[in-house]
């Protein structure tokens, strides 16, 4: 009983911590450290089997690790498969997402 609760806590505060860095990624404070949080927030949702969801995923490309915005980033609407499509520029990896 008490590892099942301590692990929840553990889970919990992994969650907190990812929001967390995405909000440093959002804010853009310091630019030069969004590879180290795009890492940690990576590592915490491995260890902890967390699971992100699609607007947390949409903040950084998964090969290169670097974060997204208007620059580093080319969206396009792909109606034939019905869905948007996210173009890193600096790689060239495209992440698709269903559209309704």
Not at 6 to 30: D, G, M, P, S
């Amino acid at each position: 009983m008490k590892n099942k609760n301590k692990k929840e806590v553990q889970k919990e505060y992994a969650k907190k911590n990812i929001e967390y860095f995405i909000r440093l990624l959002k804010t853009r404070f310091k630019p030069y450290f969004d590879k180290n949080y795009i890492k940690e927030i990576k590592d915490l949702s491995r260890s902890f089997n967390i699971r992100l969801t699609r607007e947390q995923k949409l903040n950084f490309c998964n090969k290169c690790n670097i974060s997204w915005n208007v620059k580093t980033t080319k969206i396009r609407l792909n109606s034939k498969n019905r869905t948007k499509e996210y173009l890193c520029k600096n790689c060239g990896h495209t992440r698709r997402f269903k559209y309704k």
